[in-house]
């Protein structure tokens, strides 16, 4: 008999989890002589009171979509792939290759290439830690966080010795060919009557990023390699027993991860910043382990996350603007939520557990 019901994993842990890094970020608030009620009723107004904000929070929470499913796939598989950043920085230099190098005629096609692109390379550079722990005994967490440094210097290379246009000091690319340019919801929406900000960054990669919730869902409980890769990741032994191949699974499920958390740049390269910058992934990758750990490594969940960190981000933008609370304390705020989610779900978990074992106690007796 499970210990607690599967709502209440899902649904009640986390929701406690929230209230208690909200409690102590009121306490800090009040600390530093400002009203906490007032912080969140500005976060709120800032986030979701108008398109401009729901814009803003919707592509905070694109990002988080795609590096929290990166972190939930090879989560999955008893993998903790925390590359996500390195594998992001790489998508963004796919995305560049082929939208400056390619004549597009259209976006559509612009955004299937920028996508396979940032995939493929994703998918390379989450490879080789792959490899070097199955067969050389590497683990992945050292090898993919290292390889987040590497990355960086790689793509700082890149971006000064290649891409960079002549005559310029900024380590970007040029701008993108105007084809390639990926439509804002603004664009999407007023066809049919919705007036969203045109100034939003918010675009047409959220919509992927959604069907990538829905395929990542299917692949993992829906497929065959879905059930080898959750064996695995419950049992090695016992998968290895059945036939299952850690080869196999160790290369498909961080092949996958990367993927995934290098298709980010179609959201942030492609359709935002339309060119390459160097600091362009801004620390998605690491916010998408919270995000992955907070949905519970499911989809859905992970969806819901990602909406709630994209809030975090925009809400606590705005507190920084229009407060005296310094923008190191929103940073602080965002580390309470990741902490009481993630480092410290046993501290809510265990008390429920005895709680709701006690209540079935209660009623079969």
């Not at 009171?49 to 814009?55: D, E, N």
């Not at 905070?60 to 990166?70: D, H, I, Q, S």
């Not at 990367?258 to 992934?281: C, D, K």
């Not at 939520?337 to 008390?351: E, K, Q, S, W, Y």
Request: net charge neutral; proline share 4%; charged share 10%.
């Amino acid at each position: 008999m499970d210990k607690m019901p599967k709502w209440a994993d899902v649904v009640l842990i986390p929701l406690i989890s929230l209230v208690l890094a909200a409690l102590i970020s009121a306490i800090v608030i009040l600390a530093i002589g400002e009203d906490p009620i007032a912080a969140v009723k500005l976060m709120i107004s800032g986030a979701l009171g108008s398109s401009y904000g729901w814009g803003y929070t919707l592509y905070y929470a694109t990002n988080f979509m795609f590096t929290g499913l990166a972190v939930a796939v090879a989560f999955h598989a008893s993998l903790f792939n925390i590359g996500g950043e390195g594998q992001a920085m790489l998508g963004g230099l796919g995305v560049a290759l082929v939208c400056l190098f390619i004549p597009w005629p259209h976006w559509s096609l612009a955004v299937l290439a920028g996508a396979g692109a940032a995939a493929l390379f994703g998918a390379a550079w989450a490879a080789i830690p792959a490899y070097l722990q199955v067969r050389r005994g590497s683990h992945v967490v050292i090898t993919t966080i290292m390889f987040n440094f590497i990355a960086a210097s790689l793509l700082n290379y890149v971006l000064v010795n290649q891409l960079r246009p002549k005559g310029t000091m900024d380590p970007a690319s040029a701008r993108f060919p105007e084809a390639t340019n990926l439509p804002s919801l603004h664009e999407i929406l007023a066809p049919i009557g919705i007036n969203f900000s045109k100034s939003a960054p918010a675009n047409v990669s959220l919509i992927i990023a959604i069907i990538a919730c829905f395929a990542v869902w299917a692949l993992i409980w829906r497929t065959r390699f879905g059930f080898e890769l959750r064996a695995f990741g419950k049992s090695e032994s016992g998968a290895r027993y059945a036939g299952i191949s850690p080869f196999k699974i160790t290369m498909f499920a961080m092949l996958i991860s990367g993927g995934l958390a290098g298709m980010m740049a179609i959201n942030n390269v492609q359709g935002e910043a339309e060119r390459l910058v160097l600091n362009a992934v801004e620390g998605a990758g690491f916010i998408g382990i919270a995000v992955s750990l907070m949905g519970r490594n499911h989809p859905f969940g992970v969806f819901l996350a990602a909406i709630l960190f994209g809030f975090l981000y925009q809400g606590g933008a705005e507190l920084a603007l229009w407060t005296d609370i310094p923008r190191e304390l929103i940073i602080v705020i965002q580390a309470l939520v990741i902490m009481f989610t993630g480092a410290l779900d046993n501290m809510v978990r265990m008390p429920l557990e005895r709680i709701f074992l006690a209540l079935n106690t209660k009623k079969e007796g």
